[in-house]
């Protein structure tokens, strides 16, 4: 399967195979892939709870309003952030570069992120959403399907990860195999309404 496939095949699967498992090797495999999805400065903030134990897995369906998804799907993970990355020995985002190139980095971090939460917590947002395409997109290459999820009580499933005090949940993809194909798409709006050549107008 080449990108151009995985991007058209990939669809957000209701209905997942329960006996179908992932080996750790495939976790692992899956989640080499994920840790390469860009993140501004190399902060690499994101941090990835895989869930393959089914108990766990059925927690986390009650959490996401009893959506099946999460306890028959393979693999449950929960894509959340570490919003103070950007001071925990941010030189090692760095550490093959020059150290000149280390406190560049060290300095805009501060820059950026000292003040304000909002930056911290939209770094979060974005770094997930690029993991989490990343996953579905090479879960689609390993044979596999999946589907991103927001739909959870944040709390519920803060305490079923024990989600640390400075971090978020971006969101959760689930990983396994389709029983069953996904509805038609709903209707992609036209080219001429989302895409624009320079300017708005
Ligand atoms: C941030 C986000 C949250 C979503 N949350 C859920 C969810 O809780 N349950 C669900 O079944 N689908 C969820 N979806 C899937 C969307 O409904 C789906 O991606 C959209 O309808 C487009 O369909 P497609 O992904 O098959 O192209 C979510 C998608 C995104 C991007």
Redesign the pocket.
Known sequence: MDTFEAIRTR??I?KFDSTHKMSPEDVKFLMELAILSPTSYNQQNWRFITVTDQSVKDQISVA?RN?A?PKDGSLVIVLCGDTNAWRKDPHRYWKSAPKKRQDQVVAALKKKYAKSLENRRDEVMKSCGFAAQTIMLAARQMGLDS?????FEYDELAKIIKLPEDHIIA?MVVVGKALEP?AP??GQLGMDEVVFENQFF
Do not use: D, I, L, S
């Not at 589907?147 to 739909?151: L, T, V």
């Open positions: 669809r957000a209701k996401a959506q998804q589907c991103p999820m927001r739909g969101m996904a798409r709903g």
